[in-house]
């Protein structure tokens, strides 16, 4: 199944894809199953149940709506980097044996189509095309042979990172989440109508047209099932976690000459039986930053 977040005239809604487009309903509406963070947290069986009610509802024309991210509060945003070999060679780290680790803040997150906003005071805006993978299930120490069973489904996010202020410490973190860079969508497509671990699909981030990251899923270093595992080994998952699982090569700051992402823009990150997740660039405010 494949659902949508959405806002209409600023009223939130969930919608599941048909045989004739979209169905869906409001907030607040006879039949409004919840929102997906909630419908997750219920377990298997509400998924199927709130998609069977979605599809009884109205259709929703999606030139009207807005997309929002498809879990708007996830308990956790957990990014990965440094899982595709050929991106920690670009980027002049020695591939680690173990994933590096890092958090991302709801505050940051935006739906498909939302602009991907460049700080006034920075030119080093990246793009980072990635697989999210959302936890259904939660659970401590979870086995590797059966962590898959633990995760709900998938979607696409591009980790817009201001590289400059990301190393401006040993921890990326900053750079990492500047308001309105974590682009998250279209879509939320259930586990069971996609390979297992999303294993053999193809993604690829487009700039403008020009494909700047092309690369299989099977080669990310540690795999769905590996990072959940390992994850899982320090922190209890939730129903609702959300996995970045880390960007190939090709990024911006590696290229020579350097390519960032500029006002005017348009960033896409496809990757096959997920969508398209796409969002414009714009510069923010030019307002003077406080002083102490």
């Not at 700051?253 to 823009?265: H, I, S």
Request: aromatic share 8%; proline share 7%; charged share 20%.
């Amino acid at each position: 199944m494949k659902f949508l977040t959405f806002a209409l005239e600023g009223k939130p809604g969930l919608a599941v894809e048909t045989d004739d487009g979209f169905r869906g309903l409001l907030a607040g509406t006879d039949g409004y199953p919840g929102d997906l963070e909630a419908l997750i947290a219920q377990g298997d069986a509400a998924l199927p149940d709130a998609g069977a009610a979605l599809a009884r509802g109205d259709r929703i024309d999606l030139e009207r709506v807005e997309y929002l991210p498809p879990l708007r509060n996830p308990p956790k945003v957990v990014c990965v980097g440094l899982n595709f070999h050929d991106h920690s060679a670009e980027s002049g780290f020695k591939q680690p044996d173990y994933p590096t680790i890092f958090g991302r803040f709801n505050s940051s997150l935006i739906g498909h189509g939302a602009p991907i906003v460049r700080p006034h005071f920075s030119e080093q805006l990246d793009y980072e095309g990635e697989l999210v993978a959302v936890i259904g299930k939660g659970g401590r120490n979870i086995p590797e042979a059966r962590a898959l069973e633990h995760v709900a489904g998938y979607s696409i996010f591009n980790d817009g990172s201001i590289r400059d202020y990301q190393f401006k410490s040993p921890q990326w973190t900053m750079g990492k989440n500047f308001d309105d860079t974590g682009a998250f969508g279209p879509w939320f497509i259930t586990a069971d109508a996609l390979p297992p671990g999303c294993k053999g699909l193809k993604l690829e981030t487009r700039l403008n047209g020009q494909t700047v990251q092309s690369a299989s899923i099977d080669d990310m270093v540690f795999s769905v099932a590996q990072l959940v595992a390992i994850l899982s080994e320090a922190m209890t998952l939730q129903a609702g976690d959300v996995i970045v699982a880390g960007t190939p090569s090709g990024v911006g700051l590696a290229r020579k000459p350097q390519l960032f992402m500029k006002a005017g823009d348009v960033c896409e990150v496809e990757i096959e039986g997920l969508g398209i997740l796409s969002n414009p660039i714009v510069d923010g405010p030019a307002t003077a930053r406080a002083v102490a």
